[in-house]
């Protein structure tokens, strides 16, 4: 198998004659995955919190239609590893 070979040119253009170019480092894939990974956690608390309040809420207000809608929701969220 032939390796392959990469040209860069660099190009000087008009309008940033007096600016300077930064070049940009790429994320590495474990903080891009372990802040995908706290963000989904995060969400995922706030969701079942905000469930518990509104699950809360029918049970004071006796909404039996709202409880069931809202604890059917709930199941996935009561299911821990």
């Known amino acids: ?3 392959q070979k990469v040209n860069y040119y660099l190009i000087k253009y ?3 004659e007096n600016a300077s170019i930064k070049a940009k480092k790429e994320v590495s894939f474990e903080i891009k ?3 995908q990974l706290l963000l989904d956690e995060l969400v995922s608390t706030r969701n079942k919190l905000h469930l518990e309040q ?3 809420q029918a049970i004071d ?7 069931l809608e809202l ?11």
Do not use: G, H, P, T
Not at 61 to 67: M, S, V
């Open 1 to 3: 198998m032939k390796k």
């Open 14 to 16: 008009a309008a940033l």
């Open 33 to 35: 995955l372990a802040s």
């Open 54 to 56: 509104r699950i809360n």
């Open 61 to 67: 207000d006796r909404d039996e239609i709202a409880f």
């Open 71 to 81: 604890s059917k929701r709930y199941q996935v969220y009561a299911y821990e590893f």
